[in-house]
C-alpha cells in the first residue's frame, strides 16, 4: 500500500434537464399536446370556485330584482284600475247630484219650510266670548 493517494472519487454528472423528468421532443408536424397541470382532472380550484359563486350570487340578485320590479308593475296597474274606478263612481253621485239639485226640489222644499236665500252682503260671523283667542285675525 502506497501513501500517496489514488485520484480523487469521481462525481455523478449533473442531468441534462432542469426538469425531475425528462420531456419527449414532439414530432415534426404533429400537434402540440397541452400540458397537465395538477388541478386537472379535479374539481375546480378555490379561486374558479368562488368566482362561480359570486356570479351566481349576483344573477340570483338580478332575477329578484326584476321578478320585484314586475311585481310592483302589477302592484301600480291594480292601484291605477282602483283609483279609475273610484273616479268613475265620485263623478256618477255628483251627476246624481246635480241633477236632485236641477230639477228644483230641494229649492221647493226650502220655501215650503220659509227658508230663503239672504242677500251675501247681510250675512255675518258671531264672536263667541269663551273662543277669543280663535276670533282674533
Same mark, same amino acid.
Given at each position: 500500500?502506497?501513501?500517496?493517494?489514488?485520484?480523487?472519487?469521481?462525481?455523478?454528472?449533473?442531468?441534462?434537464?432542469?426538469?425531475?423528468?425528462?420531456?419527449?421532443?414532439?414530432?415534426? !408536424?404533429?400537434?402540440?399536446?397541452?400540458?397537465?397541470?395538477?388541478?386537472? !382532472?379535479?374539481?375546480?380550484?378555490?379561486?374558479?370556485?368562488?368566482?362561480?359563486?359570486?356570479?351566481?350570487?349576483?344573477?340570483?340578485?338580478?332575477?329578484f330584482l326584476q321578478v320585484s320590479a314586475l311585481r310592483?308593475?302589477?302592484?301600480?296597474?291594480?292601484?291605477?284600475?282602483?283609483?279609475?274606478?273610484?273616479?268613475?263612481?265620485?263623478?256618477?253621485?255628483?251627476?246624481?247630484?246635480?241633477?236632485?239639485?236641477?230639477?228644483?226640489?230641494?229649492?221647493?222644499?226650502?220655501?215650503?219650510? !220659509?227658508?230663503?236665500?239672504?242677500?251675501?252682503?247681510?250675512?255675518?260671523?258671531?264672536?263667541?266670548?269663551?273662543?277669543?283667542?280663535?276670533?282674533?285675525?
Amino acid at each position: 500500500m502506497s501513501a500517496v493517494p489514488s485520484s480523487p472519487p469521481r462525481r455523478r454528472a449533473a442531468p441534462a434537464a432542469a426538469s425531475p423528468r425528462a420531456r419527449p421532443k414532439p414530432k415534426p !408536424g404533429a400537434r402540440p399536446q397541452v400540458r397537465r397541470t395538477a388541478a386537472s !382532472g379535479r374539481v375546480a380550484s378555490l379561486p374558479n370556485s368562488l368566482l362561480i359563486a359570486t356570479v351566481c350570487v349576483l344573477l340570483g340578485l338580478v332575477v329578484f330584482l326584476q321578478v320585484s320590479a314586475l311585481r310592483a308593475n302589477m302592484r301600480s296597474g291594480e292601484v291605477r284600475r282602483e283609483t279609475r274606478q273610484v273616479r268613475t263612481d265620485t263623478a256618477t253621485v255628483n251627476a246624481q247630484i246635480q241633477r236632485r239639485l236641477g230639477d228644483g226640489r230641494v229649492e221647493e222644499a226650502a220655501r215650503r219650510y !220659509g227658508m230663503v236665500l239672504p242677500d251675501a252682503a247681510s250675512v255675518g260671523t258671531l264672536r263667541l266670548p269663551g273662543n277669543a283667542a280663535a276670533a282674533r285675525p
